[in-house]
């Protein structure tokens, strides 16, 4: 079943690239057979310069969910709640799912 989320986390990175690697990294290592994660935004927190800057990464991910259920329906809630399941107690676990 095609599942697709979005959401956004604040992270400590060395710079734009890095915290946009450490979400890439760290969505497919929860999600690694299928995901496909783009980051729509990455902004400091604040213009403060240091080495290890504070950032707010946005980002999307969709991907497919192996369920097995008798209805559509069913299939729906349960590639849903597997998805939940798999992010909870990490950063990405209030990411908003959807299943189109």
Same mark, same amino acid.
Request: charged share 35%; hydrophobic share 50%; aromatic share 10%.
């Given at each position: 079943m095609a599942v697709r989320g979005f959401g956004g986390v604040e992270l400590a990175a060395y710079g734009l690239a890095d915290a946009e690697h450490q979400v890439e990294? %760290?969505?497919?290592?929860?999600?690694?057979?299928?995901?496909?994660? %783009?980051?729509?935004?990455v902004a400091r927190v604040d213009e403060a310069s240091r080495i290890v800057e504070e950032f707010r990464?946005?980002?999307?991910?969709?991907?497919?969910?192996?369920? %097995?259920a008798d209805t559509q329906a069913d299939?729906?809630?349960?590639?849903?709640?597997?998805?939940?399941?798999?992010?909870?107690?990490?950063?990405?676990?209030?990411?908003?799912?959807?299943?189109?």
């Open positions: 990294k %760290e969505i497919r290592a929860l999600w690694p057979a299928a995901a496909a994660v %783009e980051v729509t935004d990464v946005r980002y999307r991910v969709r991907g497919l969910v192996a369920v %097995e299939a729906r809630k349960a590639a849903l709640r597997t998805m939940r399941d798999r992010f909870i107690g990490s950063r990405f676990e209030r990411i908003t799912w959807e299943v189109p």
